[in-house]
Antibody
Framework: QVQLVESGGGVVQPGRSLRLSCAAS????????IHWVRQAPGKGLEWVAD????????YYANSVKGRFTISRDNSRNTLYLQINSLRAEDTAVYYC???????????????WGQGTTVTVSS | QSALTQPASVSGFPGQSITISCTGS?????????VSWYQQHPGKAPKLMIY???NRPSGVSNRFSGSKSGNTASLTISGLQAEDEADYHC??????????FGGGTKLTVL
């Protein structure tokens, strides 16, 4: 079935780096833009970044620009999020989510992973 | 990229209808018909309920409907059921080629 599975979260010290992964299955991965969305404890959703279906275009929230890098490997059906210089405010559940329609990223996110938790603490 | 504004909580009795508002600006909600709504039960991933302001994905009950007027989008749930109790999040595409979410609304079915 159509599925996204995140991994790579954990407890990390401030200032360190982390790479999250999102493995896709059950659909043609290289036809869809994919997003990262995070949710701090007890808070709402925050869009983080997305990458176009072909990996040629990346977009970031102002709050993470310069520290986060989104990328994808279409040969491995996998999305990545490299997070550098981690801060306490990066503590959240990180979800990857597929866009609803192929090739476009305007129309909402219809498939979500279960999330991976990142905790930034010394 | 300021968050969209949603009420923190709404409530209603079974069978009633409720509406959740989502207010942005001309740079997001008012400028594009790319508003979506998500339902999230505790400890679960969000679920897409409405996309492009008023369209329902396959499998979503027709008790859920969306609309927009100016810079404010709305989600209406009719015939409230106990299983509708959840958090609801709106989202919009923006003029910065980014997405913005609202703060989320907790729906309580009384």
């Amino acid at each position: 079935q159509v599925q996204l599975v995140e991994s790579g979260g954990g407890v990390v010290q401030p200032g360190r780096s982390l790479r999250l992964s999102c493995a896709a299955s059950g659909f043609t991965f290289n036809n869809y833009a994919i997003h990262w969305v995070r949710q701090a404890p007890g808070k709402g959703l925050e869009w983080v970044a997305d990458v176009s279906y072909d990996g040629n275009h990346q977009y970031y929230a102002n709050s993470v620009k310069g520290r986060f890098t989104i990328s994808r490997d279409n040969s491995r059906n996998t999305l990545y999020l490299q997070i550098n210089s981690l801060r306490a405010e990066d503590t959240a559940v990180y979800y990857c989510a597929r866009t609803l329609l192929q090739y476009f990223d305007y129309h909402g996110m219809d498939v979500w992973g279960q999330g991976t938790t990142v905790t930034v603490s010394s | 990229q300021s968050a969209l504004t949603q009420p923190a909580s709404v409530s209603g009795f079974p069978g009633q209808s409720i509406t959740i508002s989502c207010t942005g600006s001309r740079s997001d909600v008012g400028g594009y018909n790319y508003v979506s709504w998500y339902q999230q039960h505790p400890g679960k991933a969000p679920k897409l309920m409405i996309y492009d302001v008023s369209n329902r994905p396959s499998g979503v009950s027709n008790r859920f409907s969306g609309s927009k007027s100016g810079n404010t989008a709305s989600l209406t749930i009719s015939g409230l059921q106990a299983e509708d109790e959840a958090d609801y999040h709106c989202s919009s595409y923006t003029s910065s080629s980014s997405w913005v979410f609202g703060g989320g609304t907790k729906l309580t079915v009384l």
